[in-house]
C-alpha cells in the first residue's frame, strides 16, 4: 500500500478531499484512499510505465489481502498431563485436584504416567484379565464427563493411560503401543518406558512415559537408557516409524533426576524461602542436556514448585529417615517438537539430502503448522499416598486440522428392542483400510473405553445390503438389551486399531414381550446392569 502512495504522489491531480485528520489504519481512511485511486487510474494512459507499476502493486495488494481471507483456521486442544509415582500404593477415593476437574476450561486430552503401580504376582494376573484399580479409577471418573480410554499399555509398575473427549474419537487414528525393558539389562520391566502413538487431527503425537535408574551417582546411565529407548522403539507407521519421527513427542515420568552438590541444609533452606531457581543449576537433567545433544532437543517449563522427591508416607514431610535422601525434582515432564527442516536450495534441481518423505514433511511443516503452549507446570502436594508427589503439566495444542470429517457416518435405523431384529446404516466417508476384523459396537451413553461395549457385530459377516455409498448392517435382537436405555454406536476399524466414526444417541426402547410376561417392571429407565459396561468389563 506505500507503493500506492507513492505512485499516486506521482500523479498531478488536484484532490478536493483531505485525509490527514482521517487514521490511515482505519477502514474509512482506507475505503477513502482507494476512491481516489479509482479517480487517478481513469487519468492513466495503458501505455504508460506508470499503469505497468500501478497494476502490479494491485495484483501484489489483493495477493496479500486474498492470503489473509483464505488464511486456515487453527484450532486450539487443551492437554492434561499427570505423572506420578505412586509408590505401590492403592488409589485415592478423589482425584479432583489431580485431574482439575473444576477448572472452568476442560482438557480435551488427559494423559496420565504413572510409576511404580503394584503389580504383585496376583494383582497382576488380575490386572491382565480386567480394569487394574487405578485404570478404573480415571475411567469411573472421566466416562460421567463424556471422556473415553482410547488406549492404555502397563509395564510391571509403568502404566500409561490416554483419554480424549467423546467428539475427538473419530479424529485419533493410527494408535500403537509399545515398551522397552531396561532393569536388570534389559530383562525386567521394573524400569524401562511405555509409549503410546497416534495420528491426532493428522499430526503425530508419540507419549513416553519412562521410569530411569535410580540414586545420584546414576546421571549417565539415566541418559543412556532414554537413548536406548528412544533408539529401539519402531511403530509399524511409515509416515513415523520411531519415536523422534513423530511431530511432537513429550517424554515424562519419574526420570530419577538429582540435585547434585549442593549440601542438604542449602536444598532444604532453598526450598523453605521458595528460591527454586538456586537450585536449578545443579539439577541433573538441567546439567545433562548442556552436553547431550539430543535432550537440547527437550524443552521444559521452570522448575518453580517445590521437588517432588522424596517425602515421608502420609506427610508434607521429606524424608525423616535414617538415609535422609535429598530432595529432588525427580518428577518431569519434558516436550520436542520435530526439528523443521531448511527448505531446500533453489538453485540446487536436485534437492541433494532430501528425499522424497523428507520434502513431504517439509510442505506439512509449512501447510499444517503446530505449535504448543505450557500453561502450567506443578505438583501437587495435597497427596500423601506415595514419596512422591504428582506433577501435572498443561499444554495448549495450536494446530491446523489435516481432516475436519470422520472416516464413516453411522447410524441405528428404525427403532430398536430386544423384541425385533435391529440394522445400521453406515456410509464410507473418505477412503480407509477396512478389514474382516472390523466391528461396529452398540455403546450405552457415558461408556468408558473402547472395549466398554454392550454387544458388537463384524461389520463384513452381518451385511444384509451393500452399494457404494450406504452399507446395511443386520444385529440380531438376542444381542439387544431388553431394559433398554441411550445409546451410541461406534464403528472400530482394526487397521487402524481405533474408532473412525460415531453416530448421534438414540433410544433403545424396553422390550414389551419382557414386560408383558412379566420379567420387568413396567417403567424402566437405563440398560440391564447385567450387561452393563461397568459390571462387565470391571
Known amino acids: 500500500m506505500d507503493e500506492i502512495s507513492r505512485l499516486l504522489g506521482t500523479i ?10 482521517q487514521s490511515t489504519g482505519s477502514k474509512l481512511a482506507l ?5 481516489q485511486l479509482m479517480t487517478c487510474v481513469e487519468d492513466l494512459n495503458p501505455r504508460d510505465e506508470l499503469h505497468k507499476k500501478v497494476v502490479k502493486t494491485l495484483d501484489n495488494a489483493f495477493l496479500v489481502c486474498g492470503k489473509r481471507a483464505n488464511k486456515p483456521k487453527k484450532d486450539r486442544f487443551r492437554l492434561h498431563m499427570v505423572t506420578w509415582n505412586v509408590a505401590t500404593a492403592d488409589p485415592p477415593d478423589d482425584v479432583t485436584s489431580l485431574l482439575h476437574l473444576n477448572s472452568p476450561k476442560s482438557p480435551d486430552l488427559y494423559v496420565i504416567g504413572l510409576q511404580e503401580v503394584y503389580s504383585g504376582p496376583l494383582r497382576f494376573v488380575s490386572d491382565v484379565v480386567f480394569d487394574d484399580p487405578w485404570s478404573h479409577l480415571f475411567m469411573s471418573t472421566l466416562a460421567p464427563r463424556k471422556y473415553i480410554k482410547v488406549s492404555s499399555m502397563r509395564m510391571q509398575g509403568l502404566l500409561l493411560l490416554f483419554f480424549s473427549k467423546l467428539e475427538h474419537v473419530p479424529f485419533i487414528r493410527d494408535i500403537q503401543a509399545t515398551y522397552t525393558r531396561t532393569g ?75 540435585i ?45 514448585f517445590q521437588p517432588t522427591y522424596k517425602f515421608d508416607l502420609n506427610s508434607d514431610t521429606y524424608d525423616s529417615s535414617g538415609k535422609k535422601r535429598k530432595p529432588a525434582w525427580t518428577d518431569r515432564i519434558l516436550w520436542r517438537i520435530r526439528p523443521k527442516l531448511l527448505p531446500p536450495d533453489e538453485e540446487n534441481e536436485n534437492n541433494v539430502g532430501l528425499d ?154 424396553a422390550s414389551k414381550v419382557a414386560i408383558e410376561e412379566g420379567m420387568l417392571p413396567e417403567r424402566i429407565n437405563g440398560l440391564d446392569k447385567a450387561v452393563s459396561g461397568d459390571d462387565f468389563w470391571n
Request: negative net charge.
Open 260 to 304: 547434585q552438590d549442593h549440601g542438604m541444609h542449602f536444598v532444604r533452606n532453598c526450598i523453605n524461602k521458595q528460591t527454586y531457581d538456586l537450585l536449578w543449576s545443579k539439577d541433573q537433567l538441567t546439567m545433562m542436556k548442556q552436553k547431550e545433544q539430543l535432550l537440547q532437543e527437550f524443552e521444559e517449563g521452570p522448575l518453580d
Open 12 to 21: 498531478e491531480r488536484t484532490r478536493t478531499e483531505s485525509v490527514s485528520t
Open 31 to 35: 475505503l477513502h484512499r482507494l476512491h
Open 356 to 509: 522424497a518423505k523428507r520434502l513431504k514433511q517439509l510442505e506439512e511443516d509449512v501447510e499444517y503448522p503446530l505449535k504448543i503452549r505450557q500453561d502450567l507446570y506443578t505438583s501437587i502436594m495435597e497427596y500423601s499416598i506415595s514419596d512422591h508427589k504428582p506433577v501435572i503439566g498443561v499444554f495448549t495444542l495450536e494446530l491446523r486440522k489435516m481432516y475436519e470429517t470422520p472416516l464413516v457416518r453411522l447410524q441405528a435405523e428404525g427403532d430398536w428392542s430386544a423384541d425385533i431384529d435391529a440394522m445400521v446404516v453406515y456410509s464410507p466417508l473418505q477412503p480407509f483400510p477396512s478389514s474382516t476384523w472390523d466391528w461396529i459396537g452398540l455403546y450405552k451413553v457415558g461408556f468408558s473405553s473402547v472395549l466398554d461395549y454392550i454387544t458388537y457385530t463384524w461389520v463384513k459377516d452381518d451385511e444384509v445390503a451393500f452399494n457404494e455409498e450406504i452399507i446395511q448392517v443386520y444385529v440380531s435382537k438376542e444381542e439387544i438389551p431388553v431394559q433398554g436405555g441411550d445409546c451410541v454406536l461406534c464403528y472400530y476399524c482394526n487397521a487402524l486399531k481405533c474408532i473412525i466414526g460415531i453416530s448421534e444417541p438414540f433410544q433403545v426402547q
Open 184 to 258: 536388570l539389562y534389559g530383562y525386567w520391566g521394573n524400569k524401562g518406558g511405555v509409549s503410546i502413538r497416534l495420528s491426532f487431527c493428522g499430526h503425530t503425537l508419540c507419549f513416553l512415559n519412562c521410569h530411569l535408574a535410580a540414586h545420584m551417582n546414576y546421571a549417565s546411565e539415566r541418559v543412556d537408557e532414554f537413548e536406548y529407548i528412544t533408539d529401539t522403539q519402531t511403530f509399524d507407521c511409515k509416515k513415523a516409524p520411531a519415536i523422534l519421527d513423530h511431530r511432537l513427542v513429550f517424554w515424562f515420568g519419574d526420570l530419577n533426576f538429582r
